[in-house]
């Protein structure tokens, strides 16, 4: 089974997620409170107004009752209509005497006393809100339909929770917009480590960036110079090994040359020879070692302009191969100007080993061309190549293809690497042409 991955998450969208529930809590909280306050002061309102319409009915009782009680038919009065249907009043009204007998009441009121031995004041009884007065030895009480007040209420809440509801979409997208913003500082940061490439171990720079961001950054800062430390260590240690060992082998192959001229015994002679030639495989990796240390030092990252014109003519011009009337090593430029940027050392190095790894694998009877275009420079030859292999791998170190030739299996490495430092690109084809053939060639990317 493989093992379980942990699962990434994102910073904003926490902060995004928090900072919404505590908004909702905060919107609920702050609607219930609302709602609250809301129903007090409606309920306080309409007990006053029940209170004052119970004050008035005694004021203008004189005006159309008798002192006497009267039956219920002569004592209604239907000026309050106020109803939900023909059997559910709304408001309803009553006066009575002190001992309980109707005085007056509305069309729709109970012939019975609302609310018998009420205090004064609001009272609840059964399905009515009461507002009870007294004066002058009468009694109003002006009642209200609970089922009516409840309704009211409901319809108060509703209507302000309504417009909160709808607001909250609005609030969230708000909220998303402000946090990417925050979150917008971050970003330089994170492209200037995207374009950085595996050797620049510079500090970030903590200019423009937010102060919580300053102690993560001075830690990454301070870890990357610890990266840098070790890194130059193990490179100066690597150069000082291979330089140092140029010196012995050099010693010893001239040791066993003399030794191979000297003695007259044939098998000594042969032995001889063959320790001169490992000796030759010691040195040539030992140069191949300083030149990685040299390029993991991050030589070819310096740029200056570069004619590949004169830089493949001073290679070649370095081997013996171009110089003998055989032509297998030969160089072909183009009339027109091949300018690019990087470093003369670093990139003499790259075709250098292109160029060796080319006769070296190519056979003593195969012929190599140096061909130099604006944008690029490449090694072909008419070798056997290196059909049906998968040459991506041979970009790494120690991997060598199917050939018989000698190597180390760096040097593909070591051009990979210049490279990828320089801007370019390093294409591998083979076969080139009837099954055969092997062509290297260093691309430079247009600038962006």
């Not at 720079?205 to 800062?221: A, F, G, I, R, Y």
Request: hydrophobic content about 45%.
């Amino acid at each position: 089974m493989k093992p379980d991955t942990p699962a990434r998450h994102s910073l904003e969208s926490r902060l995004h997620v928090r900072l919404l529930l505590v908004l909702g809590m905060l919107w609920l909280a702050a609607s219930a409170a609302a709602i609250f306050e809301v129903r007090k002061e409606t309920n306080e309102v309409l007990d006053l107004a029940l209170a004052e319409n119970a004050e008035r009915l005694l004021i203008l009782l004189p005006l159309h009752a008798a002192a006497d009680p009267l039956d219920a038919d002569r004592a209604r009065i239907d000026s309050i209509g106020l109803r939900r249907d023909s059997s559910e009043p709304i408001v309803v009204y009553q006066v009575l005497d002190l001992d309980n007998r109707i005085l007056l009441r509305s069309a729709h009121a109970p012939t019975t006393p609302l609310a018998p031995g009420a205090r004064e004041g609001m009272s609840l009884h059964g399905d009515w809100r009461v507002a009870t007065i007294t004066h002058q030895g009468r009694r109003a009480q002006f009642a209200e339909a609970v089922w009516h007040r409840s309704s009211t209420l409901e319809s108060a809440s509703i209507t302000m929770v309504i417009p909160l509801l709808l607001l909250l979409p609005l609030a969230a997208m708000v909220l998303h917009q402000v946090v990417r913003k925050t979150f917008l500082p971050l970003q330089p940061v994170q492209e200037e480590l995207a374009r950085r490439s595996a050797q620049d171990l510079q500090p970030i720079s903590l200019q423009d960036t937010p102060s919580e961001l300053h102690p993560l950054l001075e830690t990454v800062n301070g870890l990357m110079a610890r990266v840098q430390a070790l890194l130059a260590a193990e490179r100066s240690f690597s150069a000082r090994m291979a330089h140092e060992l140029r010196t012995p082998l050099a010693a010893a192959r001239a040791q066993a040359q003399r030794l191979a001229q000297e003695t007259s015994d044939e098998r000594a002679r042969e032995r001889s020879q063959t320790l001169v030639r490992q000796l030759d495989r010691l040195t040539h990796l030992a140069t191949r070692l300083l030149q990685i240390a040299r390029v993991d030092s991050g030589v070819a990252l310096q740029r200056q302009s570069i004619d590949l014109r004169q830089l493949a003519q001073l290679v070649v011009d370095e081997f013996p191969q171009s110089r003998d009337n055989t032509h297998q090593l030969r160089l072909i430029t183009d009339t027109a100007p091949a300018w690019v940027k990087g470093d003369i050392d670093a990139l003499g190095i790259a075709v250098r080993n292109l160029i060796d790894n080319a006769l070296k694998h190519a056979g003593p009877q195969a012929s190599v061309v140096v061909r130099v275009l604006p944008d690029e420079i490449s090694v072909t030859d008419d070798g056997p190549g290196a059909p049906g292999t998968d040459l991506a791998p041979l970009t790494r170190p120690f991997e060598r293809g199917s050939t018989l030739a000698h190597g180390s299996g760096l040097g593909l490495s070591l051009v990979q690497t210049i490279a990828r430092q320089s801007g370019a690109e390093l294409l591998l084809t083979s076969p080139v042409a009837d099954g055969r053939g092997w062509r290297a060639c260093l691309w430079f990317k247009p600038p962006a």
